[in-house]
T-cell receptor
Framework: DVKVTQSSRYLVKRTGEKVFLECVQD?????MFWYRQDPGLGLRLIYF???????EKGDIPEGYSVSREKKERFSLILESASTNQTSMYLC????????????????FGPGTRLTVL | GENVEQHPSTLSVQEGDSAVIKCTYS??????FPWYKQELGKRPQLIID?????GEKKDQRIAVTLNKTAKHFSLHITETQPEDSAVYFC???????????????FGTGTRLTIIP
């Protein structure tokens, strides 16, 4: 059973703080993703990573960066948190599409609700 | 890039009736269309998906249809039950690199409420 965990369920930070959101998966998945979820806007892709040390910008990367030093861990970094980054952040992982075992299913973590004051 | 539109944003259905949620996409190269269900306070989970080489797929009470020419796909839930109440997201994707990896573009979601 795939398990994707996120470091915090709820987080409150102040404007200007540096924020780290951590995601860990235990299924040896190469692909990992960070989304933010806002009412009426659905799930929007911030960054994704094909493999260790690799990263690609998603649709809304501004104000965010990521780190993938180990295969199982994908970190989202808010260099200087702002109030418009208050949101639910969801991490996901999957097997690459080129892998014989791939089903293209993305497995999501439980989410981190971040509030920036 | 890809743009996915989803309608309606909210849907209330009497228990036992059918529910239909519709999505359109813009990128004709998209070839994979999953549907995710997110119950209140929980993570999104895949419930069904369809690839561009088929027009319809069924799994018990849920089905998805795809019209490639019109670039739209729909989720159909029959004999709805209270546990079907959730937010449903459609998505579309295409290969984005030589590695063949796919990123998903999601619709804005439909909040389905089943009225007992």
């Amino acid at each position: 059973d795939v398990k994707v965990t996120q470091s915090s369920r709820y987080l409150v930070k102040r404007t200007g703080e540096k924020v780290f959101l951590e995601c860990v998966q235990d299924m040896d998945h190469e692909n990992m993703f960070w989304y933010r979820q806002d009412p009426g806007l659905g799930l929007r892709l911030i960054y994704f990573s094909y493999d260790v040390k690799m990263k690609e910008k998603g649709d809304i990367p501004e104000g965010y960066s990521v780190s993938r030093e180990k295969k199982e861990r994908f970190s989202l970094i808010l260099e200087s948190a702002s109030t418009n980054q208050t949101s639910m952040y969801l991490c996901a992982s999957k097997i690459p599409a080129g892998d014989r075992a791939s089903t293209d299913t993305q497995y999501f973590g439980p989410g981190t609700r971040l509030t920036v004051l | 890039g890809e743009n996915v539109e989803q309608h309606p944003s909210t849907l209330s259905v009497q228990e036992g009736d059918s529910a239909v949620i519709k999505c359109t996409y813009s990128d004709s190269a998209s070839n994979y269309f999953p549907w995710y269900k997110q119950e209140l306070g929980k993570r999104p989970q895949l419930i069904i998906d369809i690839r561009s080489n088929v027009g319809e797929k069924k799994d018990q009470r849920i089905a998805v249809t795809l019209n490639k020419t019109a670039k739209h796909f729909s989720l159909h839930i029959t004999e709805t039950q209270p546990e079907d109440s959730a937010v449903y997201f459609c998505a579309a994707s295409r290969r984005v690199s030589n590695f063949g990896n796919e990123k998903l573009t999601f619709g804005t979601g439909t909040r389905l409420t089943i009225i007992p």
